[in-house]
């Protein structure tokens, strides 16, 4: 007997469908926890024994992200819509120029996103959501010291940004300064 109807919310993982932009908002928050996990590790606790368990997840998390992006993936894994690879990282190189550029240099790679090649594309542009989240992170933790409350809004409005560029439905990437990486 099935309890619920077999909407996006509820039904297992299966094929990703990187052009919608909610499953692209899941696919990212699944990177954004490991990030979030192995930066807060290393920060506080480097020495516990999860900080390098968690290390090595991010890793693992970001590399396989990165070859979903590219286009590395298979049918079983991905819809096979043309988007990953080549098309996705032409529309990153337009979507946020600056925000490549800043974090192909900080990687120590070309720092002009036309001339680097798709893989650095893509992972710059996953470091730079990294960022940004790190940074709202940060922020958040600063309202709660204070003794105030944190908008959840703020996050919702940070995941819709980055969603809406890596899948293609936003021409530009759209944050807040407060959020926006390499400000």
């Known amino acids: 007997m ?6 996006n919310e509820v039904r297992p993982y299966g094929v990703v469908d990187l052009t919608d ?3 692209m908002l899941l696919v990212l928050e699944e990177l954004g926890i490991a990030h979030l996990q192995d930066e807060w590790l290393r920060t506080h606790t480097p020495e516990a024994p999860d900080a390098a368990q968690a ?3 991010h890793k693992e ?12 993936a298979g049918p079983d894994r991905v819809e096979p819509n043309g988007w990953a690879g080549v098309r996705l990282a032409a529309h990153l190189r337009k979507a946020m120029p600056e925000v490549l550029a800043r974090s192909l240099a900080e990687a120590g790679k070309e720092s002009n996103p036309s ?10 542009a996953l470091q730079a959501f990294e960022a940004s989240l790190s940074r709202l992170s940060i922020h958040q933790e600063k309202i709660k010291t204070e003794g105030a409350q944190a908008d959840p809004a703020e996050y919702i409005q940070l995941m819709i940004g980055w969603s809406g ?12 300064d407060l959020y926006m990486p390499y400000l």
């Open 2 to 7: 099935q309890q619920f109807p077999p909407v």
């Open 55 to 57: 290390a090595e997840q």
């Open 165 to 176: 560029v890596f899948s293609g439905k936003a021409e530009s990437l759209k944050l807040s």
């Open 21 to 23: 932009q909610s499953t």
């Open 115 to 124: 001339l680097s090649p798709d893989h650095d594309v893509v992972a710059a």
């Open 61 to 72: 998390f970001f590399d396989d992200l990165c070859a979903i992006l590219e286009g590395k």
